[in-house]
């Protein structure tokens, strides 16, 4: 569903039907969990957090999955757990016919927050 007119989380999250819905809910109260500093908008036309006006993860709706993008680092870093979902470099997508890994999406995110909070110490 990538051309949205949303302009706010909320919206976006309205667009989808109910069970997707809910699997968006979960994932931004991770990422509201794993980074409650972190701001919330629409960049590339799906629901993008940013800490430390870094960009942290985005995620998007799509016909048979959830995109979900903490860039290629956090990837490297999960590629074992990853493996068993379609991947790229910076992406994994998660069908919307399997319950969503809520520990390793947390897990991810909370290394992405690690990852920039290192980087504002250098």
Do not use: C, W
């Amino acid at each position: 569903m990538n051309t949205t007119e949303a302009t706010t989380v909320s919206q976006y999250i309205a667009e989808f039907p109910e069970p997707v819905q809910e699997k968006m809910k979960l994932i931004r109260s991770l990422i509201k969990k794993a980074a409650p500093e972190a701001t919330e908008g629409i960049s590339y036309h799906m629901p993008a957090y940013k800490l430390n006006k870094k960009p942290l993860v985005y995620f998007g709706g799509f016909v048979n999955h959830i995109g979900f993008y903490a860039t290629p680092v956090t990837h490297e870093h999960f590629k074992d757990q990853l493996s068993g979902y379609k991947n790229g470099k910076g992406s994994v997508q998660f069908p919307h016919s399997e319950p969503l890994p809520e520990q390793l999406i947390l897990a991810m995110i909370q290394f992405k927050v690690s990852e920039l909070s290192k980087s504002l110490k250098l």
